[in-house]
């Protein structure tokens, strides 16, 4: 027979969980939701350096954005950017400079019927570098980047 302090806080820690999942669900419905029928890309961007990073220009290709990317991505911090379109091809491509005054990252996702790739991606100067991969392709690509 359980006693009356641990049933209190197996109760306790019960609505913790459901709290918790219940927050976890909204703030996933709230990332933008992917429409069925569209061809949608997905790009987690993760800084793995100490410079926040500055969007200077973002374009979801022949598509519209469902998550754009954000002003700044502060070191350590990763965002989900994602688009789609009514096409059978998607080029999305991100631009940040890292720092007040460095280099450019260049994150790119092309998303067509004859392969996905990431091939335009990378950094245009200084001592960074940006691993990238494609988990998914046409017409629902995946891909992460991890700027180091």
Do not use: C
């Not at 961007?45 to 598509?63: M, R």
């Not at 998550?67 to 491509?93: D, K, Q």
């Not at 890292?98 to 990431?118: D, F, S």
């Amino acid at each position: 027979m359980r006693s009356r302090k641990g049933r209190l806080l197996a109760v306790l820690a019960g609505v913790g969980v459901a709290g918790a999942l219940a927050a976890g669900g909204a703030g996933l419905a709230s990332a933008g939701t992917l429409p069925v029928g569209q061809a949608t890309t997905a790009m987690t961007i993760t800084n793995h350096t100490d410079k926040t990073q500055y969007l200077t220009s973002a374009d979801p290709g022949a598509g519209h954005w469902i998550n754009a990317p954000r002003g700044t991505l502060a070191p350590g911090a990763s965002e989900i950017v994602t688009a789609s379109t009514h096409g059978n091809h998607e080029t999305v491509t991100i631009n940040y400079r890292i720092g007040a005054v460095g280099p450019h990252a260049v994150y790119q996702l092309v998303n067509v019927p004859g392969g996905t790739n990431t091939n335009a991606t990378g950094v245009t100067g200084g001592h960074y570098w940006i691993n990238a991969n494609v988990s998914t392709g046409f017409p629902h690509a995946n891909a992460g980047y991890d700027l180091w």
